[in-house]
C-alpha cells in the first residue's frame, strides 16, 4: 500500500461519511423511518441495496476461491439473479397489500402467531451465528492478507480489522438505520463494480486473455466423467454437484434467499410504490449477473496464473494452492498504487454494505416481531431506539462469536451452504403455498414450516455426528438419508415432504376465512388492488425481464 492507495480510501470515508451525516439529519421518528427509510425509496437505492448487500465475504473469499478450486460449479447460484424477478413481479404486489415490516410479520397475516415467532427465531440466530460471522471473520482475514500486516501495535492485525470493520458498520446503521444502509449502498456498488472489473481486465492481461484461460482450465478435469472446470453441468453422478441437483438445489435456496428472506426483501419494503419496489427488483437483476464475471472468474484467472507461474497462489500446509486467497493475491500481486486503494474501497463497500444490512434486518426482526408484539402500545420514537439498541447488542453478539469463528472457522465456513440448503426448503414451502393456495390453513403453514426446521436440524445432527464418528459401510436407511444423500437432492426433496406436510395438514383442518387471506393470495385480490397493480408496469418493465432471461439462458449455454 503506497501514499496513492491512502489518499483513495481517505476520500472514500470523506464520501461516506458526507451521505451519512445527511442521513442521519433526516427524521427518524416511527420504525417506517428507522426500518424501511420511511418507505420512500427509489429503484435505484433499492437495486443497489439489493446487490449491494448480497456480495459480502462469501464472494470476495468463498466465490473466488470456487472459481479457482472447482471452476464454474458455483455459478448456479450466482447466475440466479433471474429468481428476483419473481420478487418483483410475484410477491411485491402482496407484500405491499400486507403493509409489513418483516417476512416473519407477513406469515402471522397469512397464516397464524405462531409461524410468526418460528420463522422470526430462526432467522435472528441464523443471521447472527452463520452471516454476521462469516463475514467478520472473511473480513478479517481479507484485510490481513491484502495489507500484508500480521501485527500492529503488537496486536494480531486480524483482530483490528475485523473489530474495525464491525464497529465503522455498526456506528452509522445504529444511527442512520435503513436511509444509511440504502444510500451508502449507491455510493459503493459503483466503487465495487468498479474495483473487481480493474481485477478481471489486469488478471485476463496478465494471463494473456480469455481464450488463455479457457484453454488451461478446460484442461483440468474435476471428476472420473470427463467433466473440466469450465463446465457447469456436469455429470448427474458428480459427487458434489451433479448437474439435476444443482440445478434444483439453487432453485430452492435462491427462491427461499431472493423471494423470502428479510435481509433482502426489507430492501423492497422500502419502496414508495409498487413500481418503484418492482423496478429496484429489476435493477438488482441485472447487476446480480455481474459477480461470475466480477468474482468467480477472477478465481479462474489466479488458478490459471498459477498452472503457469507455479508460485502465484500461496501454498496450505499440504502443499496445495490456497484457493481461497485468490482474490486477495490478485489485488496484492498485479495492482499499480491508487488503483489497489480503489479496490480496497470496493472489498470495504462489500462487507460493510453487507455488514449493515445484517444488523439493520437482525434488528427490525427484534424490534418488530418480539418486543413490539409483547408491548403494542410503544412510542412510535421509542421503537427507533429499541432498534438502535437491539443493534448495538447483535454487534456485541457479532464481536463476541469472532474467537469461536476464527478457532472452527474453516469448518464454519464449509457448512455455510449446507445450513442455507437445509433452512431454505420449509421457509419456501411456507410461503408457497402461503400465496399460491387459498385452502392452506394456518396450520398447514405452519407445520410446512415446523418440518422444515425438524427434518434441517437432524440432517445437520447426521452431518456432525457422522463427520466424527465416521459413516459406516453397510449404512442404515437413517444414514443413507439424512448423510449420504448428496446435499442438493437432499434441498429439492425436503422441499417435496414439506410441501406435502403443508397441503396434508391444511386439508385435515379448518379452512382460512376469505377476510382472513383477502389481497395475500392468488385469487383474493380486490378490483382495486388489482387496477393498481397492472397500473404499476408498462412494456420497458416486461422487456427488461425478458433481457435478463435470455441472458442467463445465453450464459448456461456457453458454459455447459
Sequence with gaps: ????????????FVALIGIIVWVVRQKQNNAADYFLGGKDATWIAIGASIFASNIGSEHLIGLAGSGAS???????WEIQGWMILILGWVFVPFYSRSMVYTMPEFLEKRFNPQSRTILATISLISYVLTKVAVTVYAGGLVFQQVFGIDELWGIDFFWIAAIGLVLITALYTIFGGMKSVLYTSVLQTPI?????????????????????????????????YGDTMVNLIRDNRDAQ???????????????????????IVQRVLSGKNEKEARRGTIFGAYLKLLPVFLFLIPGMIAFALHQNLGDFLPLLPNGNPNSDAAFPTLVAKLLPAGVKGLIVCGILAALMSSLASLFNSSAALFTIDFYQRLRPKTDPKKLVRIGQAATVVIVILGILWIPVMRSVGDVLYLYLQDVQSVLAPGIAAAFLIGILWKRAS???????????????????????????????????????????????????WMLVFCLAVGVIVSLCTKAPTEEKIRGLVFGTSTPEQRAETRASWNHWDVIHSIIILGITVAFYIYFW
Design 442 to 492: 394456518a396450520l398447514g403453514g405452519m407445520w410446512a414450516l415446523l418440518s422444515g426446521l425438524i427434518v434441517g436440524l437432524t440432517r445437520l445432527g447426521a452431518k456432525i455426528y457422522y463427520s466424527n464418528a465416521g459413516a459406516s459401510a453397510d449404512p442404515s436407511l437413517f444414514q443413507s438419508v439424512f448423510y449420504d444423500c448428496n446435499w442438493l437432492f437432499f434441498c429439492g
Design 1 to 12: 500500500m503506497q501514499l496513492l492507495d491512502w489518499v483513495v480510501i481517505a476520500l472514500f
Design 192 to 224: 465495487l463494480l468498479l474495483g473487481s472489473l480493474i481485477i478481471l481486465v489486469l488478471g485476463l492481461k496478465e494471463l494473456g486473455g480469455w481464450d488463455e484461460m479457457m484453454r488451461i482450465c478446460s484442461a483440468v478435469k474435476v471428476n472420473e
Design 241 to 263: 454437484y451433479p448437474w439435476l441437483g444443482a440445478l434444483i438445489g439453487s432453485a430452492v435456496i435462491g427462491f427461499w434467499y431472493w423471494c423470502t428472506d428479510q435481509f
Design 70 to 76: 472447482s471452476g464454474m460449479a458455483m455459478a448456479h
